[in-house]
Nanobody
């Protein structure tokens, strides 16, 4: 299995940027496709972005496409989410997840391992 830990959350103003990190430990990081999800207060969990096991393929939700960039560094066993042009509606707890598949998915049910999450707050 793999353990995941997010970091990099915080509070920013509209238009600001943050970079989230997801550090993996345990089983080989390259075994997993990875994803970022978020859950705002009173809302359902939402897919944000995903990256394939090889890093060659990415997926984004329409709401973040063009503003967020997902990447992974196998040497550091870490996945990243660069978030630019942040909006108040991006406010949520962001969690990273891993699935035992070469390709990523938008559906959270395919992800077996989850981090605890990191809070992102965007003020207007």
């Amino acid at each position: 299995q793999v353990q995941l830990e997010e970091s990099g959350g915080g509070s920013v103003q509209t238009g600001g940027s943050l970079r989230l990190s997801c550090a993996a430990s345990g089983r080989t990081f390259n075994t997993y496709a990875m994803g970022w999800f978020r859950q705002g207060s009173g809302k359902e969990r939402e897919f944000v972005a995903g990256i394939s096991r090889s890093g060659d393929s990415t997926l984004y939700s329409d709401s973040v496409k063009g503003r967020f960039t997902i990447s992974r560094d196998s040497a550091k066993n870490t996945m990243y989410l660069q978030m630019n042009s942040l909006k108040p509606e991006d406010t949520a707890v962001y969690s990273c997840a891993a699935q035992e598949s070469p390709v990523t998915s938008r559906n959270p049910k395919y992800y077996r391992y989850w981090g605890q999450g990191t809070q992102v707050t965007v003020s207007s």
